[in-house]
């Protein structure tokens, strides 16, 4: 039984790939792409932990997973221990857009939001062409590692949240389109250890259009087994954790 306030968390496999899924009824659902494998990233890192969180408490369907060779999720990783290049990221955009056919065919809903976090922000890049994905998120892109001059070609509606002290993230480097929003999270550094929530609340509040009470309820369905620029006040609060009791 799930209380009210209470959002439940379900493991899931979809394909080879181990995933989290917390259900919602606020379109669009989204999707969640990991940090770099050979750093530790996986779905359970402290930034995509958050952000699961604070969609899912807005109301958001989101799917967290690991790519192919991390964590539980079968295969071989090409960006194993040992590299931390961002070379070919062929298997894990196919990996991301398994995650997102998978979600919408469990919502029921037309269109998904990617948010790609560090590494993920350039296979959520990679991924956006595919007709149902409908939004952007790239948070903490690493242009000291991977180019981004794609982002300047993106036309769906693009969420970029940097950290104010990021050695990996050269805002100077990105070149937004017109219409998307450039948000930078102060004090904060490239693993938000300051300003967690901050980024959550920031995230949720973009993709329902306003800056207001970004509350929603977490009922929504199973799933089988020129940019503008905005400096935010200081957010470092600690993270939430997520409800993961299955009853």
């Given at each position: 039984m799930v209380l009210s306030g209470q959002y439940l968390e379900r493991s899931v496999v979809v394909g080879e790939l181990d995933a989290l899924y917390h259900r919602g009824t606020r379109e669009p659902p989204c999707a969640i792409a990991a940090p770099h494998p050979a750093l530790g990233g996986s779905m359970l890192s402290p930034v995509v932990a958050e952000l699961a969180w604070a969609l899912t408490r807005?109301?958001?369907?989101?799917?967290r997973f690991d790519y192919r060779?991390?964590?539980a999720s079968r295969g071989v990783s090409r960006h194993g221990v040992g590299s931390t290049r961002i070379a070919d990221?062929?298997?894990e955009v196919a990996d991301l857009h398994r995650i997102c056919e998978h979600l919408l065919a469990s919502t029921h809903m037309?269109?998904?939001c990617l948010v790609g976090y560090s590494f993920g922000a350039a296979v959520a890049l990679e991924a956006v062409q595919e007709p149902r994905v409908g939004r952007l998120v790239l948070i903490a892109p690493p242009t000291q590692l991977y180019d981004f001059e794609a982002i300047s070609a993106v036309r769906k509606p693009l969420l970029i949240v940097c950290a104010h002290q990021d050695p990996y993230c050269d805002r100077s480097a990105l070149r937004p389109p017109d219409g998307a929003r450039l948000e930078i999270?102060?004090?904060?550094?490239?693993f938000f250890g300051r300003g967690l929530t901050e980024l959550g609340?920031?995230?949720a509040e973009w993709l329902r259009g306003d800056r207001s009470d970004y509350l929603a309820p977490p009922d929504g369905p199973e799933v089988a087994g020129a940019a503008a620029e905005l400096e935010l006040?200081?957010?470092?609060?600690?993270s939430l954790e997520l409800d993961t009791d299955p009853e």
């Open positions: 807005a109301g958001h369907p989101t799917m060779g991390v964590g990221l062929q298997d037309a269109e998904v999270i102060p004090h904060s550094d490239h609340k920031t995230v006040d200081p957010g470092d609060g600690d």
